[in-house]
């Protein structure tokens, strides 16, 4: 059996009544501890067979809190791990038989050191990973992957590698293409993104040249806040623009 972690809903804990719940419900419950997840992301799990959520008689799906618990570990095994589909369905098969499976450390190599999971929830990691291990986290070609480093999309890192923010890029990426958003389509995305960094580089420019660690520490955190303010009006602006372009 699968075990079930006693976390919040954000780790897809069973509710207290057990009652089947839509997939607008599972992607809020999801959210919390992945939030980059969409409804299309769960589709596209459930098309590739790594949940079957039951189906009402007029075809709505309703996900029982085990499907919500095995999306989370499928989505942890992603995250943290860089595993393909196709691994990760092979390592939850092992776990419903009852078996621990060890699963791979940052950078691709097996972790010998005592790493047996049974699907409790654990940290992201920072590291990087080889271009190897980045085309089987997104699941794509190698040349999807050349087509996005030509447009700006993705990079590897000055010291070599990708690091988490790049594989989270490239899965919504590839989440994009599903739709037929080319790496063209998305080049104004980057163009965006550099722009709104380079603002908020402006704003606490001053602080970071401070000689108080204290200081450029709060530079950091501003960066930070500013950042994740950018990020929520960019989302309210285009929900905004959606809402007049299709009423």
């Known amino acids: 059996m699968l075990r ?3 976390g919040g809903a954000g780790h897809g804990t069973a509710t207290a009544d ?17 939030p980059e997840v969409t409804i299309s992301k769960i589709r596209f799990l459930e098309a590739e067979g ?16 085990d499907d919500v ?5 499928v989505l942890r095994m992603q995250r ?7 691994v990760i369905r092979e390592h939850l098969d092992a776990l419903a038989r009852g078996e621990q499976v060890n699963l791979p450390a940052p950078g691709g190599e097996p972790d010998t050191a005592d790493r047996s999971w049974s699907g409790a929830p654990g940290p992201a990691t920072a590291a990087r ?20 480093e030509s447009y700006g999309l993705v990079a ?27 790496p063209r389509h998305l080049r104004a995305m980057r163009g965006a993104a550099d722009r709104e960094a380079g603002l908020i580089e402006q704003v606490v420019a001053p602080l ?25 009006l960019h989302s309210a602006l285009v929900q905004s623009a959606l809402r007049i372009r299709l009423h």
Do not use: C
């Open 4 to 6: 079930t972690p006693t």
């Open 18 to 34: 057990d009652r089947p719940m839509s997939i607008g419900t599972v992607l809020l419950q999801l959210r919390d501890e992945f």
């Open 50 to 65: 790594l949940v079957e959520p039951q189906r009402t008689p007029s075809g709505y799906r309703k996900f029982r809190p």
């Open 69 to 73: 618990e095995r999306l989370a570990q």
């Open 80 to 86: 943290d791990h860089y595993l393909p589909l196709r």
């Open 129 to 148: 990973i080889g271009r190897a291990e980045l085309l089987a986290a997104a699941e794509v070609t190698e040349s999807d992957l050349d087509a996005w």
């Open 156 to 182: 590897p890192s000055p010291g070599g590698g990708y690091d988490a923010a790049t594989v989270t890029i490239a899965r919504l990426v590839a989440d994009l293409g599903r739709f037929g958003l080319e």
């Open 208 to 232: 970071r040249r401070h000689r108080n660690p204290q200081t450029r520490a709060h530079a950091e955190a501003t960066a930070k806040e500013l950042a994740e303010l950018s990020v929520r």
